[in-house]
């Protein structure tokens, strides 16, 4: 019992992660309504709970008529997939640049951290309106935007890994056999760093669902009537005080996804970090 205690947050972490892709992955099974048909005669209907709401819409429907339910399952697939393929994005060109400059060193190291603090430097918003002018609105053009803002980060955290790791034994005695350096990062300098880049990800997703809202909420990511969470809190903006429904339930669904998947990452951190010990009594010490 005394276990299962310490791991509750990664379990209910790991309950909303797997409840959110499922929606994702099922949402033609879940929806009550074809989230894109716009039926006028049902337009603006409140929650069930509300005076003139009905059960055919649980949560009403938008200035369309639209399902707001349908829309939010839709939208979970839009959120999803956007947090998921920016994390592909940033942490492959990340954790190359971090593996390269804290193997290398010097000149390399000097040029890469020069290129991170530029990066880092750079308002993400000012980035990412002159990309999306540069390239146009659109899913994969918002996935390139949020890779390669995102990829500082792995690159901080594995340079200064890296930096530990090289000077092990092991690495050492790899280099004193001959190994190429390539094979070294591959088969011994990477292998160490996976519990690092595996939590780094794994909370990395839910700040780039949050970035994705964020520029579908200002116009510059997906576009109507594909439905995601950002972009239906841009729509109900307008209606925030007459229509409640419009912006509370897109904003709950994209507070609960990333809540759980924070919950995940960090629970994730504590069963793999090798630094972090559980004794019996429960206490962490490094």
């Not at 276990?3 to 509750?8: F, G, I, T, V, Y």
């Not at 429907?61 to 829309?71: A, I, K």
């Not at 190994?179 to 780094?200: D, E, K, Q, S």
């Not at 794994?202 to 439905?227: D, H, N, Y």
């Amino acid at each position: 019992m005394g276990r299962l205690a310490r791991l509750r947050f990664l379990a209910v972490g790991a309950t909303i992660v797997l409840a959110a892709v499922l929606c994702a992955v099922m949402a033609p099974l879940l929806a009550p309504h074809d989230p894109y048909l716009p039926v006028v005669s049902a337009r603006l209907i409140p929650p069930v709970w509300d005076a003139g709401g009905t059960w055919q819409h649980p949560l009403g429907t938008d200035p369309l008529g639209r399902d707001l339910l349908s829309r939010i399952i839709y939208g979970a697939r839009v959120s999803i997939s956007a947090g998921a393929l920016a994390v592909v994005v940033s942490m492959t060109f990340g954790v190359l640049m971090g593996l390269l400059a804290g193997y290398y060193g010097g000149l390399v190291d000097s040029i890469i951290g020069n290129l991170v603090n530029v990066i880092l430097a750079y308002p993400f918003l000012l980035l990412a309106l002159a990309a999306i002018a540069a390239l146009g609105p659109s899913f994969g053009n918002m996935i390139v935007v949020l890779g390669l803002t995102g990829w500082p980060v792995y690159t901080r955290v594995v340079r200064a890994e890296t930096l530990k790791v090289r000077e092990r034994e092991f690495v050492q005695a790899a280099r004193a056999l001959g190994l190429g350096t390539a094979r070294i990062i591959r088969a011994h300098v990477l292998p160490n760093l996976l519990n690092t880049i595996i939590v780094m990800a794994s909370l990395e997703v839910a700040r780039m669902i949050i970035l994705e809202s964020f520029l579908s909420f200002l116009g510059l990511g997906i576009q109507p009537p594909t439905p995601s969470w950002g972009g239906m809190l841009g729509e109900g903006r307008v209606y925030m005080l007459t229509h409640w429904w419009l912006a509370a339930f897109p904003g709950l669904a994209i507070f609960i996804t990333t809540l759980g998947i924070n919950l995940f990452g960090d629970g994730l951190r504590d069963v793999l970090d090798p630094h972090r010990v559980l004794t019996p009594a429960g206490v962490r010490t490094e």
